[in-house]
Structure formats: structure tokens, C-alpha cells
């Protein structure tokens, strides 16, 4: 069984930092793209960051200069720096992955409980 833990939201000030981790365990054969989504209430969920077995990224347009989407294919954890907070930045995050668990026949994608961040003053 494949698990996905975030941590890391919280709330902070507009023009503040938070960074979220996200680690998968499990049987895990091989994990090919991690990424953070985002919903706000009322909104639709949207990709935020992704990064690539070989570190390419993606940003969305409303994150870029701003996050920083990061891997440790050791410890199977992606992590998301955010600096500059605003509080249209207010949602609940949640890590995806895409991976082959151990005896599986194909790519599965997993997702995680999700973590509250809220920037407000």
C-alpha cells in the first residue's frame, strides 16, 4: 500500500513563507512525477507545481518567482517553498504522484489528505 503525507500548512501573513513537504511510503517501485494542487473554496483545483523524475518543472503562471518545487528521490519527498504569500494563495494543498507500486503493471496516481494554508492578516 502506497501512502502520500503532507505537512507544513498553517497559517501566515501576507508577504510570509511556509514550505510544504510531502512524502510517500509504501511499496513503491518507482515514482515518476510529484506534483502540488490547490483548491480554494469555490474554485476548481488547479496544478500548482510539478517536477519530473529527471527535476523538470512546471509552475503555474500565478506561482512563478514565487514557489519552488523540489524532490529528494531518497527519501521520496517533495517539498513546495512559498515566499511571498498572498491571500489569494489560500487553499488546501494537496501532493499527487504519479508511481508504479511494487508489483503493479502499470503507472497509478496517488494522492495525499491534503494541508490547509491560509494567508491572512
Known amino acids: 500500500q502506497v501512502q502520500l503525507v503532507e505537512s507544513g500548512g498553517g497559517l501566515v501573513l501576507p508577504g510570509g513563507s511556509l514550505r510544504l513537504s510531502c512524502a510517500a511510503s509504501?511499496?513503491?517501485?518507482?515514482?515518476?512525477?510529484m506534483a502540488w494542487y490547490r483548491q480554494a473554496p469555490g474554485k476548481q483545483r488547479e496544478l500548482v507545481a510539478e517536477?519530473?523524475?529527471?527535476?523538470?518543472?512546471y509552475y503555474a503562471d500565478s506561482v512563478k518567482g514565487r514557489f519552488t518545487i523540489s524532490r529528494d528521490n531518497v527519501k521520496n519527498t517533495v517539498y513546495l517553498q512559498m515566499n511571498s504569500l498572498k491571500p489569494e494563495d489560500t487553499a488546501v494543498y494537496s501532493c499527487?504522484?504519479?508511481?508504479?507500486?511494487?508489483?503493479?503493471?502499470?503507472?497509478?496516481?496517488?494522492w495525499g489528505q491534503g494541508t490547509q494554508v491560509t494567508v491572512s492578516s
Open positions: 499527487n504522484s504519479d508511481l508504479i507500486a511494487t508489483g503493479a503493471k502499470g503507472i497509478d496516481h496517488y
Open positions: 509504501g511499496s513503491i517501485f518507482s515514482i515518476y512525477s
Open positions: 517536477i519530473t523524475s529527471g527535476a523538470s518543472t
